[in-house]
């Protein structure tokens, strides 16, 4: 790390979760006696406290602000557990859509968790509706400044209130991304490079040196899967998060379902208690979206869907014939997606169709390596014979889009978080090369891959805090 001359100030900068892993991200940024958190998650593949950032190797009463970056659990989840039940006294903000959203995800998401009499609940109803209220909403593109710590929110794409932040401390600036993507999808706006140059980006990793097929690829792709399995009888299942990414599934399978009236007696169910709430957040937002689905909007409104019902439980569905199922959970570890998958994947006529990203130790990871058999809830081994496809939906970025991106925001110092070691560490030497000829020189690029825990350290020449 290149010294200068004047004086210089140590950032520190700590995962707490997502450091070489996916799932329970929270990192933290100290410099100049200020400190500032980023996300708050659970991991997917743990439950109760286990699923919690290392909370205890960090004194959060030191954080004077805390960015929530948007509504998905394995970023936010845990934040009513730090709001409520640690010394963390700092600020919380987050974007609207997000803040709307994110009352009934955690709401469903303390349902769900207490569902199976589990005693290891993080937080109860009441303890987030007290969170909720100090959670203070912001706009994108507007900046806010706290005690000396200046941030804007940038529109990342991923799904409906997904922001990157652009922070300054001191004269440091710093990109966060989140979860982010660059592919132009029918409800979202892609990700923005912000106007100015960060001295360190922190960048997602999730797909490593990965690459996406094209969006009308994968579409055709979904869609013909989908009509050839309902076209043998078979029952097509698609675990999906709750919320996000499933709308804009929904949006593509009503669009194809109207125009293809040989497939409209085979009924599509979306099973949500949270459907009904959500569609009032997404016609409330629907201004943060992209161009394309707010002309729609000006005709009908596309998230009123004309092929799809919606289901508040399994008790109320009819098991009778073909039939496309999107249920939460996305990676089939418990509740309604569980379920229909113990129930459907015995028979080879069915398909599970995963669209989104799986984390290690999920069920939606596992049976990917197509196993003979897998075991239920309770306990039971089942042979599995349905056919099992991946496609991923999840809008992350994948190599190229990562690349590029990380190339024109242009940062001498690249964190990367929140993807699993292998991945991480693919990127990490496929920037290295990118950047080798660089090496030694004053446009060095320094490409960090922190553990949790681990503290990484650069120098900086700061100005003076007003
Ligand atoms: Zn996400």
Redo the contacts with the bound molecule.
Sequence with gaps: IPVNSSPTDTLHFTNLGAGNEVGRSCHIIQFKDKTIMLDAGVHPAYSGQASLPYYDEFDLSEVDILLI????L??AASLPHVMQKTNFKGRVFMTHPTKAIYKWLMSDFVRVSSAGGEVDQLYSEAELSKSFESIEAVDYHSATVVNGIKFTAYHAG??LG?AMYFIEIAGVKILFT??YSREEDRHLNVAEVPPERPDILITESTYGTASHQPRIEKETRLTNLITKTVQRGGRVLMPV?AL?RAQELLLILDEYWARHPELQHVPIYYISSLAKKCMAVYQTYIHTMNPAIRAAFSKRNPFIFQHISSLRSLDRFDDIGPSIMLASPGMLQNGNSRALLEKWCPDEKNLLFVTG?SVDGTMAKNIMNEPSEITTLSGVKVPRRMAVEELSF???VDFVQNRDFIDAVDARHVILVHGEQTNMGKLKSALLSKYSALKGTDDEKFIWNPKNCDTLDLEFKSTKIA
């Design positions: 970056s948007h509504f998905h394995d970023h991923h799904v997904g989140g979860d998060f996000g990203y999840a809008a992350h």
